[in-house]
């Protein structure tokens, strides 16, 4: 890109630059999934104003939610408007997604507490280790949205690229087509999510030492396909009215103009080479937490934090996955894998619940969860590392 | 990021999860699976989507690369793993050739400087030999390097004279 077209974006759409290249270059090595997700927006440049204003209206909307649904005030699954809302939001623009869970995080921490009933049991806890678990809790339940608003709209996307509709499809029936597709993904990653979310938000309740409340898990567990309805439908308008405006908009060399400095900046992120130490402990420390409200007693946390070291390290370093069988599996779309690590997931995580349905413990629930791990790090072989040395990186840009 | 500050973050998260995991020890496991779950198979596809979200949706470790990062003219395009590799192959080949382009240009021009030299040594062969030449009183040639030789042709084209009156003026 030369550098005339490189200040066109920065010059013509200041803000819509900031939310789509220069927040998500600062993001890029602290969170890169967050940073995609800023990047996510930038195809609503397509009209004025939107991709600028549209973070700032969603960080407005976050902050007021809780007024606007006092259902969200304990924990935000109570509330199926709220849920709907965030996967819409997300779907549409990364950007917007984002600002509307960060500025209901912000509303929630500083409300954390407040108004709510805790059990004597709790109360008698030192000050020091209720905070501990108070605010535990809620890094759960943040980092669970967070799948629900950062990765899934960017993971359904990457899954529907993989697929070559347009060797099988009618030129004119293929923006169709992809919509389809985006939409399915997506309802099937909420679906998954909302079934997830029966277990995995009960730390924001029982390490309070309290009871999940019916209220807080019915939404997630009987009213779904609203959540999945809402994600289909969103997914469909978006890619509808992309490919609309790639094709008629006259702010379309706009949107291409921020997505080529983005790629540009991502590119060189992409050829920077980490530790497997670096790669293993993030992952390690991601799915401890998030598989928390599966666990019994400590050593299950114990368990999850040694199997996936163990599963991360042969993924990625020590025994890697051989290359026949990398070779493979890439040869299947993502989306198809997924669907078949689900099923093969149930099909182990039935035998397990079966035969230690009786421990009436989340133990067999637990295990399944694992195998089921398994199963995906063996269907998504990691990408083999950059072969670009960082120095060459820094030295192209 | 400075690697000190990235292993100062990572060590204060994964002290603040072995914080946590006692949290997890003292939790009141409240509910049986009967409490969440009715039958045996809503548990089983609730391990399988727990499973899922924190593989898939969780780690980032499904190796389907990075969100936005690949700009689309369409609103679809070749992506995922194969893509991600092409880029890097892309990016490393375009080095290769810079690299490639370099060397080609550094011998090009190394060779340009031997064959200046070659000439040159050869015309100051020529010239000491055309010197002694005219010192003989043999004839001269109409052109050539003892043309620009002090005391040269003055209408000829490169004579001093003419360099020197270009100098003055």
């Known amino acids: 890109m030369d550098v005339a077209n490189k200040g066109a974006s920065a010059s013509a759409d200041p803000l819509a630059h900031f939310w789509s290249v220069r927040l998500p270059r600062r993001l890029d090595p602290w969170a890169p999934h967050l940073a995609d997700a800023f990047a996510d927006g930038s195809w609503t440049t397509a009209w004025r104003g939107v991709a600028g204003f549209a973070p700032i209206g969603a960080l407005a909307l976050g902050l007021l939610l809780m007024r606007i649904l006092p259902a969200t005030r304990h924990v935000y699954t109570e509330s199926l408007t709220f849920m709907a809302l965030?996967?819409?939001?997300?779907i549409l623009?990364?950007?917007?997604?984002?600002?509307l869970l960060f500025g209901f995080i912000v509303v929630d921490l500083l409300g954390?507490?407040?108004?709510?009933?805790?059990?004597g049991v709790f109360l008698s806890l030192p000050l020091i280790v209720r905070w501990i678990l108070l605010y535990g809790s809620l890094l759960v339940s943040y980092l669970l949205l967070g799948l629900l608003a950062i990765r899934m709209p960017l993971l359904a996307r990457r899954m529907v690229e993989e697929v070559e509709v347009d060797r099988f499809v009618y030129t004119a029936a293929r923006p169709v087509a992809r919509?389809?597709?985006?939409?399915a993904s997506c309802g099937l990653l909420v679906w998954i999510w909302s079934q997830a979310m029966i277990m995995l938000i009960r730390p924001v309740f029982t390490w309070l030492l309290d009871h999940p409340t019916t209220r807080a898990i019915q939404p997630v567990q009987l009213n779904w396909e609203w959540l999945v309805a809402v994600a289909v439908l969103a997914a469909g308008a978006r890619i509808l009215l992309e490919d609309r405006v790639a094709s008629r908009s006259a702010r379309a060399g706009l949107v291409r103009d921020l997505r080529q400095q983005r790629s540009n900046d991502a590119v060189l992120i992409v050829g920077r080479p980490r530790s497997i130490v670096g790669q293993v402990l993030p992952q390690v420390g991601l799915i401890t937490l998030l598989l928390a409200g599966t666990y019994t007693s400590w050593l299950d946390a114990l368990l999850v934090a040694v199997v996936v070291t163990g599963l991360a390290l042969w993924q990625r370093g020590i025994g890697r996955l051989p290359g026949w069988w990398a070779a493979a599996v890439r040869r299947v779309p993502a989306i198809a894998r997924f669907v078949v690590g689900l099923v093969a997931g149930y099909w182990l995580a039935n035998m397990m619940v079966q035969r230690l349905w009786g421990t009436e413990t989340f133990r067999p629930v637990l295990l399944g969860a694992l195998l089921t791990l398994a199963v995906f790090l063996l269907l998504f072989p990691h990408p083999e590392r950059s072969t670009v040395p960082a120095s060459q990186g820094r030295e192209a840009a | 990021?400075?690697?000190?500050?990235?292993?100062?973050?990572?060590?204060?998260?994964?002290?603040?999860?072995?914080?946590?995991?006692?949290?997890v020890a003292l939790a009141d496991n409240c509910s049986g699976l009967l409490d969440c779950f009715e039958n045996i198979r809503a548990a089983s596809a609730g391990a399988a989507a727990a499973?899922?979200?924190?593989?898939?949706?969780?780690?980032?470790?499904l190796g389907l690369g990075r969100g936005s990062n690949v700009p689309r003219d369409a609103p679809t395009g070749p992506s995922g793993p194969e893509h991600e590799r092409a880029r890097q192959e892309e990016q490393r080949r375009r080095m290769e050739e810079e690299y490639a382009r370099q060397q080609e240009e550094a011998a090009r021009r190394a060779q340009q400087e031997a064959q200046r030299r070659a000439q040159q040594t050869a015309a100051d062969a020529q010239e000491q030999t055309r010197g002694i030449t005219d010192l003989t009183g043999r004839g001269r040639s109409p052109t050539g390097p003892m043309d620009q030789t002090p005391g040269g042709d003055a209408d000829?084209?490169?004579s001093n004279v003419e360099r020197d009156d270009q100098t003055k003026r």
Do not use: D, E, Q, Y
Not at chain 2, 4 to 17: E, K, P, R, S
Not at chain 2, 51 to 61: N, R, S
């Open chain 1, 86 to 90: 965030i996967i819409a939001t997300a």
């Open chain 2, 51 to 61: 499973g899922a979200a924190a593989g898939g949706l969780g780690a980032g470790g």
């Open chain 1, 179 to 183: 919509a389809a597709l985006f939409g």
């Open chain 1, 112 to 119: 954390a507490g407040s108004g709510w009933n805790f059990r």
């Open chain 2, 156 to 158: 000829s084209p490169g």
């Open chain 2, 1 to 23: 990021m400075k690697p000190w500050v990235w292993w100062v973050l990572w060590t204060a998260f994964a002290f603040g999860i072995v914080l946590l995991v006692p949290a």
């Open chain 1, 93 to 99: 623009s990364g950007a917007a997604g984002a600002m």
